[in-house]
């Protein structure tokens, strides 16, 4: 466009002063309205300007924790343990373990977190050389790979001493011979440190489809494989603090002193964020839970909540929190609103609590209730820095639990934390859920939440990509090139929005198809 179409166009304009569509505050005049959810209003189009590609999505996650893609996954047993706070770290985001489990579990998936090395096994299968040869033909039957080094004691952090392979044992008859005898002893290794490009190299190089890593006293601390070569991708936007090569991670707790023994763990193993987890954030339990954590504590970044009103958010930024969690009754599992009649709808919820917290500084997480990529892009604009995910992130590879098949579907359980199902399994095993809804010394378990299925979505490495790219996409469609100047033109006015009425919701569905498809990436 050049200067003078530029022109021409502001003057077409100014014979009609109004703008568009309505600035954010009328939109969401709730006294007047009701409450709104995602989808009763829709945001207007700008103008379109730079490549979608430009787009920054980087945002904060507390005060001092800024993510390069504002996607976090939700402590639920069914969402959140280290193989997907892993991966939504590395794809830049970052994951919440649950903690319906002991502290020691927990604690060991924080650890399983921040010794991550994209590339790099650092679990690896080992033996003793006492193992005998059937044994081992029987274990590369069982897991499907037939290589495994071999230590003094046949643990990891041991000297390392020889690898067996299936070269080693494939025509060897003798089953009760011992791996001693058959194992490789002449080893190429590479020191603890080595770089993911160099470890590479020394693999192509030396032709073996392993590379032990060791210390230095030659005690086995990981393993590079060949076979994962081309599986180790490149995660520019990893989520790392700076200077440092171990991804971040948040962990769930609750607010009883036994947390206190939990939270201690954690920390420990390197936890980066503690999340207060509680359907109603607004407790003294909480608030007590916040101090003991800023005095005892205080490198620890600290997610308090959930909460839908200004009230209840003022007392926990009053108490120190660095970030909030929005949402109460909005998640796909939850029946909070039905059985309390406690909540707010989510859209409101999040503009109320983001517009007063953003003034002192703290960001806030929209969770509950994001349903696809249109509702992540409205949580943004309403004020939120992130969102937090549970169905959605639910049936992917990396999420807990095993797949299974019903009425022709590839399945995966997804549960809320306040159904029976997880309160009864937390009573025999940690305080997660029941302390969630201040349900610990109910006789009567009140459910809030229900148990169902999803369907397989395949890898968040691939599902998160398109969550990345279909966000720039609406950016550069509303005309920003960032979520902080996102946030910026809906507080100037300049990005409109427009209710949505029910007949207009039916007409941003899809219509009139006899049958079709739904298929949303490649
Ligand atoms: P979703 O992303 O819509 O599936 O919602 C996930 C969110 O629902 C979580 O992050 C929690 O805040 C909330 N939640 C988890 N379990 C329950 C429950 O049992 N009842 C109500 N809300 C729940």
């Given amino acids: 466009m050049t200067y003078q179409d530029h022109t021409k ?9 109004e703008k568009d569509g309505l600035d954010i505050k009328s939109l969401m005049d709730s006294k007047a309205k009701g409450g709104l959810t995602y989808n009763d209003f829709l945001v207007l189009p700008g103008k379109i300007e730079f490549p979608s590609s430009v787009v920054s999505l980087q945002s904060r996650l507390t005060k001092k924790i800024t993510l390069n893609t504002p996607f976090v996954s939700s402590p ?4 959140t343990e280290a193989d997907m706070a892993i991966y939504m770290a590395l794809l830049g985001g970052i994951g919440i373990l649950h903690h319906n489990c002991t502290p020691e579990e927990q604690a060991a998936m924080v650890k399983k977190v921040k010794k991550f090395e994209n590339g790099f096994i650092n679990d690896p299968i080992t033996i003793a050389p006492t193992v005998t040869v059937g044994d081992i033909k029987e274990k590369s039957k069982r897991m499907g790979f037939t290589s495994f080094p071999v230590t003094e004691d046949g643990k990891l952090y041991s000297k390392l001493v020889g690898i067996v392979t299936s070269r080693d044992i494939q025509f060897h008859e003798d089953d009760d011979s011992r791996v001693s005898e058959v194992m490789t002893t002449d080893l190429i290794t590479a020191n603890k440190g080595v770089s993911l490009t160099e470890g590479n190299e020394i693999l192509r190089k030396s032709k073996k489809g392993k590379l032990p890593i060791v210390d230095k006293e030659g005690n086995l601390v990981s393993l590079l494989s060949r076979t994962d070569l081309r599986k180790n991708l490149d995660f520019p936007l990893a989520s790392k603090l700076p200077e440092s090569k171990q991804l971040l991670v948040g962990a769930a707790i609750g607010t009883l002193d036994a947390d206190k023994i939990r939270l201690a763990k954690l920390a420990a193993a ?50 120190g929190a660095d970030g909030l969690r929005i949402g109460m009754g909005s998640g796909s599992i ?37 349903q696809n990529i249109g509702h992540i892009v409205k949580a943004l604009a309403l004020g939120a820095s992130c969102v937090m995910m549970g169905g959605m992130l639910a049936g992917t590879t990396e999420s807990p639990g095993e797949y299974f098949y019903r009425d022709g579907k590839r399945l995966k359980t997804y549960r809320g934390m306040g159904s029976i199902d997880a309160m009864e399994q937390t009573a025999t095993n940690a305080n997660a859920s029941t302390s969630r809804y201040f349900s610990e010394s ?8 229900v148990t169902g299925a999803v369907v397989d979505k395949g890898s968040v490495t691939k599902f998160i990509p398109y969550l990345q ?17 996102l946030r910026a033109a809906v507080d100037a006015g300049e990005v409109r929005f427009e209710l949505r009425t029910p007949s207009a919701q039916l007409e941003g569905g899809v219509n009139n198809l006899h049958s079709y498809e739904k298929r949303l990436h490649n």
């Fill in 76 to 79: 639920m047993d069914t969402v």
């Fill in 334 to 370: 939850c029946i909070t609103q039905e059985v309390m009649a406690c909540g707010r709808p989510q859209g409101t919820a999040v503009y109320a609590v983001s517009e007063f917290a953003n003034k002192f500084g703290v960001p806030c997480i929209a969770d509950g209730g994001v």
């Fill in 9 to 17: 166009a502001l003057e077409l304009l100014s014979t009609y002063p």
């Fill in 469 to 485: 790219s279909g966000l720039q996409h609406s950016c550069q469609d509303i005309g920003v090139k960032s979520v902080d100047e």
């Fill in 270 to 319: 390197g936890l980066d964020v503690v999340v207060i987890d509680s359907s109603q954030g607004n407790s003294i339990f909480q608030l007590n839970m916040i101090k003991w954590i800023k005095e005892n504590h205080p490198n620890l970044q600290i997610i308090a909540g959930n909460v839908v009103t200004r009230e209840q958010a003022a007392s926990l930024i009053a108490a």
């Fill in 442 to 449: 109910d006789k009567v378990l009140v459910a809030q939440g």
